[in-house]
């Protein structure tokens, strides 16, 4: 998939789980619904770390497109290092490491106890991170023609906004995880949901995807997982944006209503 449908689809995806929560009687205060949609939404890009053309590539300027390089050649050489004999060869970490249930986990996990432990410039550092991966997903036309210093400034002030909001009693810093010292544990939840969401979604597509990586399939440890051929598409055909992408906002909307309760 192309970095618009992976944020949208990481938006609906939170949207929905605030629908599911307030379900079993846990509603998510709005600002949880609303930040963790944008979370989720900018997570959705993530794992495309390891792809130097990718939209989080340009997200912030050299230092992304340093990032991007070194994640790809770690991909690449846990790639080698873990093949099977029924693996492909292949020239870069592109779909490899960084597109895996683990991956997804670790770094759910990392920003988690970061958010708990490093106190509110922590929690700054990862709501302005996802946040300009979310204005380059979402508003992906606007944040091209606009210059990235317009994009990080908008990040920062959302960030530095939007945890006043959640600081304040009863909005949600301690959604979920109500113990004493557990405020922003939930923050990696959205991380975690947008990369396997991305995952998903490239699983769509026709090369597949190795989600399941350690876990063996057959004969092969990085197994492309996805649904029968005939069902697959090529990443930005018609079927991402004039069929899923509609579908995605639409799924969007009826979780975001009903996690409200207007539904």
Same mark, same amino acid.
């Given at each position: 998939?192309?970095?618009?449908?992976?944020?949208?689809?990481?938006?609906?995806? #939170?949207?929905?789980?605030?629908?599911a929560?307030?379900?079993?009687?846990?509603?998510?205060?709005?600002?949880?619904?609303?930040v963790?949609?944008?979370?989720?939404?900018?997570?959705?890009?993530?794992?495309?770390?390891?792809?130097?053309?990718?939209?989080?590539?340009?997200?912030?300027?050299?230092? *992304?497109?340093?990032?991007?390089?070194?994640?790809?050649?770690?991909?690449?050489?846990?790639?080698?290092?873990?093949?099977?004999?029924?693996?492909? =060869?292949?020239?870069?970490?592109?779909? !490899?490491? !960084?597109?895996?249930?683990? %991956?997804? @986990?670790?770094? &759910?996990?990392?920003? *988690? @106890?970061?958010?708990? !432990?490093?106190?509110? #410039?922590?929690?700054?550092?990862?709501?302005? @991170?996802?946040? @300009? +991966?979310?204005?380059?997903?979402?508003?992906?036309r606007?944040?091209?023609?606009? *210059?990235?210093?317009l994009? %990080?400034?908008l990040?920062?002030? *959302?960030? #530095?906004?939007?945890?006043?909001?959640?600081?304040?009693?009863?909005?949600?810093?301690? #959604? +979920?995880? !109500?113990?004493? $010292?557990?405020?922003?544990?939930?923050? &990696?939840?959205?991380?975690?949901?947008?990369?396997? /969401?991305?995952?998903?979604?490239?699983?769509?597509?026709?090369?597949?995807?190795?989600? +399941?990586?350690?876990?063996? /399939?057959?004969?092969? =440890?990085?197994?492309p997982?996805?649904?029968?051929? $005939?069902? =697959?598409?090529?990443?930005?055909?018609?079927?991402?944006?004039?069929?899923?992408?509609?579908?995605?906002?639409?799924? $969007?909307?009826?979780?975001?209503?009903?996690?409200? &309760?207007?539904?």
């Amino acid at each position: 998939m192309m970095g618009p449908a992976h944020s949208l689809s990481g938006a609906a995806a #939170w949207l929905g789980v605030g629908a599911a929560a307030a379900a079993f009687d846990h509603p998510m205060p709005w600002p949880v619904l609303v930040v963790g949609a944008l979370i989720c939404a900018g997570a959705a890009l993530a794992p495309d770390l390891d792809h130097k053309s990718a939209t989080i590539s340009r997200a912030f300027g050299p230092i *992304s497109r340093g990032l991007c390089e070194v994640v790809d050649k770690v991909s690449y050489a846990v790639y080698k290092a873990t093949r099977s004999a029924a693996d492909p =060869r292949r020239s870069g970490g592109h779909r !490899t490491l !960084t597109h895996t249930w683990l %991956w997804a @986990v670790l770094i &759910g996990a990392g920003c *988690s @106890v970061a958010a708990v !432990t490093g106190g509110r #410039w922590a929690v700054l550092t990862i709501l302005f @991170v996802h946040l @300009v +991966l979310a204005v380059e997903g979402l508003l992906w036309r606007a944040a091209r023609m606009s *210059s990235d210093v317009l994009v %990080w400034l908008l990040g920062a002030t *959302s960030a #530095w906004i939007l945890a006043g909001v959640l600081d304040q009693p009863g909005n949600g810093s301690d #959604w +979920l995880f !109500t113990g004493p $010292g557990q405020e922003y544990l939930w923050l &990696g939840l959205p991380v975690v949901l947008g990369a396997l /969401v991305h995952d998903v979604g490239d699983a769509l597509t026709v090369s597949g995807c190795p989600i +399941l990586w350690p876990i063996p /399939v057959g004969r092969k =440890r990085w197994y492309p997982v996805g649904p029968p051929k $005939g069902l =697959r598409f090529r990443a930005g055909s018609w079927v991402e944006l004039k069929v899923l992408m509609p579908v995605f906002m639409l799924l $969007g909307g009826v979780g975001g209503a009903t996690a409200l &309760g207007f539904l």
